[in-house]
């Protein structure tokens, strides 16, 4: 199994850039899906989540209100709509998936998730 993000891109302060994660292989399932970041020289921090049986979410206190997290019927995808973008968005962006038999109770943190997909970049210019 794998999971595969794409819709980085370069984007203006105050743009929106919409990104996809797909889970493959096999019979994908996951208990929740959530994205993570990592800005230069920075750690990788948590940025939002989505927990498939009750459709709770999660998100960082610097992105709630501009950033939304949904996914598909099939509950194998995962979306970030990114609005009102910041410069201090900039940073590579990974999706990652908690998966079955073992359900973490973590889901604003890394160690929650199992599987990571290759991050994809986005750049805010100011």
């Known amino acids: 199994v794998q999971l595969q993000a794409s819709g980085g891109g370069l984007v203006q302060a105050g743009g929106s850039l919409r990104l996809s994660c797909a889970g493959s292989?096999?019979?994908?399932?996951?208990?929740?899906m959530g994205w993570f970041r990592e800005a230069p020289g920075k750690e990788r921090e948590f940025v939002a989540a989505?927990?498939?049986?009750?459709?709770?979410?999660w998100y960082a206190d610097s992105v709630k209100g501009r950033f939304a997290i949904s996914g598909g019927n099939a509950k194998t995808t995962v979306y970030l709509q990114m609005n009102n973008l910041k410069p201090e968005d900039t940073a590579v962006y990974y999706c990652?998936?908690?998966?079955?038999?073992?359900?973490?109770?973590?889901?604003?943190?890394?160690?929650?998730?199992?599987?990571w997909g290759r991050g994809t970049l986005v750049t805010v210019s100011s």
């Open positions: 990652a998936a908690d998966l079955p038999p073992t359900r973490h109770i973590i889901n604003t943190d890394e160690i929650g998730y199992d599987l």
């Open positions: 292989g096999g019979t994908f399932s996951s208990y929740k």
């Open positions: 989505l927990r498939w049986s009750s459709g709770a979410t």
